[in-house]
């Protein structure tokens, strides 16, 4: 696997080139959609040739089924085929390939629809790029041409390149051969058109049971791919459509539908992942038959139901994520076995939950484009990938702020003494983003007690330790003082020691303050220190909720080799812990983000965050990669 992160710009000056990019250049040179009209909505070749010419140079379609939520892996689809649109002058669409009756919710739908805009489509259907003004919503439904589909395999069995199949399935499925062995013609092939039609009329009136019989493409039973050898494209399916309701008892198949949905888009190039390579031949040829002019009985030529030229299939490889998965089955059993608490839960592969961890959408953007776009199979990409994205867009922009998330209480005991009041409280301010100055100024207060991480002190000091430790007395009897750090933003102390309780476990470390030394002051650097910790007050410090988050699973490909994925569930993929943040924080809305100094990226939650007044950050991902460790 490899991290194309590490060594690739944060910025390309100019996205690199692939051979979809090359396909488009290649017929925008020749022109060979440019007589294209468009009927302003999708259509049959009649109703768009009698449009205006396309004002679309190209289309492209997103086309999910709405059975699930959308992964990372659409992402890539999503910011490819809406990324290439806008770029040369097209459209994308967003269509739900929703053929299938029993899957779709509305539910997924929505969350679709929610996802692509969030992703940063959103102008893609508020206004056409082409025309503006002209609003232009680009979404459709591939059931809205259920009525197209059934003309169209009419069309088929007349033309004699369609018949209807009595053999069971085992018999299809027996005489369709295998890679060595031709298949065998269905006894039913050679069926007159009129009888054809008559029994896909039946078909579709209800007269015949679920897997009686179904339509069949005739092409050839001893085609090298099998793929060719007649496959179905309407079956019978006595079940009731989120849309159409109970319209239809048949159904057509996905490799049916799909290019039919394309041509009546208008769609330019169509891309989908390589496994439907094998595919393409039929697609081409479906399109072929339906764009292609017809010699009626009478003599009469007349022309296709579609318009050529039709749409071309483009396949690239899929993109993999170490540690993820993203099959819909498994992805369900993990919300629906409870564990994890939704699709929406910030560990989940979802685009739902990469929003709620807080991956923005330049991040997912990013990711996607740097996982390049190649013909030659699946890409394979390391999640530190995903971090490097988020930190190479966050980082110039995040606000920055402290926060304790081990807190353990430090006292400075000459306070007093230095500010006159164990009470006085001493304002300290820091930049909101260091490189930014018209970013402004964060304000907090220094007082008597803080809050420190634990991990920054410790008792006896491994080597190389600069952060805080007593004073001790070395192994040839000399004493040695205790530590000198600084308080960032703050003053420089000294630990002259700390409380255990009973059990062992440090309760309150002891400083001392060096007058003087106040950050931005003249007299800051009088004392030098080899450590700087951050802090947060007690007294203006407030209590958040963190979520630490961790990967999933173990292991980089959960369900390799047929693996049961939940055995490699990691057990520690949350720790939530009680913080202390500063107070610039009481303001953070929902999904805001930070860069909590010394710790990483971090985001209020979409959903807990505020509600109950409670204050509530999800860690995104740390400062550096630590996948590889
Ligand atoms: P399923 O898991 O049910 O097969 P799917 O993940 O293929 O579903 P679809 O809704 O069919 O989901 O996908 C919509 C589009 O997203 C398709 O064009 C598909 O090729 C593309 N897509 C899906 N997964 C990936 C992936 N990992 N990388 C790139 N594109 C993907
Ligand atoms: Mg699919």
């Not at 080799?561 to 490699?568: A, K, N, W, Y």
Request: charge should be negative; glycine fraction near 8%; charged fraction near 25%.
């Amino acid at each position: 696997m490899s991290s194309p992160a590490k060594n690739t710009p944060a910025a390309a000056p100019e996205a690199p080139s692939h051979f979809i990019r090359q396909a488009i250049e290649h017929d925008l040179d020749q022109g060979t959609y440019a007589s294209r009209q468009w009927g302003g909505q999708p259509g049959d070749g009649p109703s768009h040739a009698a449009g205006e010419p396309d004002p679309a140079k190209v289309r492209t379609r997103f086309p999910p089924e709405p059975n699930g939520y959308l992964h990372i892996g659409h992402a890539k689809s999503i910011w490819l085929n809406f990324s290439l649109a806008e770029e040369y002058g097209g459209v994308c669409h967003l269509r739900f390939d929703d053929t299938n009756p029993e899957k779709e919710e509305q539910e997924y739908v929505d969350s679709i629809r929610e996802t692509v805009r969030w992703l940063g489509w959103d102008h893609h259907f508020a206004d056409d790029p082409v025309r503006p003004g002209i609003r232009q919503p680009h979404e459709y439904f591939a059931s809205d041409y259920f009525d197209f589909m059934y003309r169209a395999a009419e069309y088929l069995i007349e033309a004699g390149h369609a018949y209807v199949d009595e053999q069971t399935a085992e018999q299809m499925r027996a005489n369709r051969g295998d890679f060595g062995t031709p298949g065998v013609n269905s006894p039913f092939r050679d069926r007159s058109p009129d009888e054809n039609l008559k029994r896909f009329r039946e078909m579709r009136d209800g007269q015949h049971p679920d897997g009686a019989m179904v339509l069949r493409a005739k092409i050839d039973m001893a085609s090298p791919n099998i793929n060719m050898r007649d496959p179905a494209i309407y079956r019978i399916r006595h079940a009731t459509h989120h849309n159409t309701g109970d319209k239809w008892c048949i159904y057509p198949m996905y490799t049916y539908a799909h290019p039919i949905e394309d041509a009546l888009e208008q769609i330019t190039h169509s891309i989908c992942t390589l496994e439907f390579e094998d595919q393409r031949p039929f697609y081409d040829w479906l399109l072929e038959r339906l764009s292609e002019p017809r010699l009626l009985p009478d003599g009469h030529v007349v022309a296709g139901l579609l318009n050529a030229p039709p749409p071309r299939q483009y396949e690239f490889g899929r993109l993999n994520v170490g540690h993820v998965i993203t099959s819909k089955r498994k992805l369900r059993q993990l919300v629906e076995e409870g564990h994890v608490t939704g699709w929406d839960d910030p560990r989940m592969p979802t685009l739902a939950g990469l929003r709620r961890r807080g991956y923005t959408p330049e991040a997912l953007r990013l990711f996607a484009e740097r996982s390049g776009v190649t013909k030659n199979g699946d890409a394979w990409t390391d999640y530190a990938a995903l971090d490097a994205a988020l930190r190479d867009t966050l980082d110039p922009q995040a606000a920055r702020a402290m926060a304790v998330l081990e807190p353990i209480k430090l006292v400075i005991e000459n306070w007093a003494e230095v500010f006159g009041s164990d009470s006085h409280l001493e304002p300290c301010e820091a930049p909101v983003h260091p490189h930014h100055p018209e970013m402004g100024q964060r304000q907090f207060n220094l007082g008597r007690e803080v809050w420190i991480e634990r991990s920054d002190y410790e008792d006896t000091p491994p080597k190389g330790f600069f952060r805080l430790f007593p004073p001790s007395v070395d192994t040839s009897g000399n004493a040695v003082p205790g530590s000198k750090v600084r308080l960032k933003y703050g003053y420089v102390i000294e630990c002259t020691g700390a409380i255990k309780n009973e059990a062992g476990n440090i309760e309150k470390i002891w400083t001392k303050l060096i007058k003087d030394t106040k950050s931005g002051t003249a007299g800051a650097d009088s004392v030098k220190v080899k450590g700087v910790i951050t802090w947060v007050s007690a007294a203006d410090g407030l209590p958040a909720t963190v979520n630490l988050y961790d990967r999933l699973f173990i292991e980089e490909q959960p369900d390799a080799g047929g693996r049961d994925f939940l055995t490699v569930l990691n057990p520690n993929s949350l720790n939530t812990v009680q913080a202390v943040v500063e107070p610039s924080l009481a303001s953070a809305q929902p999904e805001d983000r930070f860069q909590f100094e010394r710790h990483g990226f971090f985001v209020a939650d979409r959903r807990d965050h505020q509600a109950g007044g409670k204050l509530v950050f999800n860690r995104i991902a740390g400062l550096k990669d630590s996948w590889g460790k």
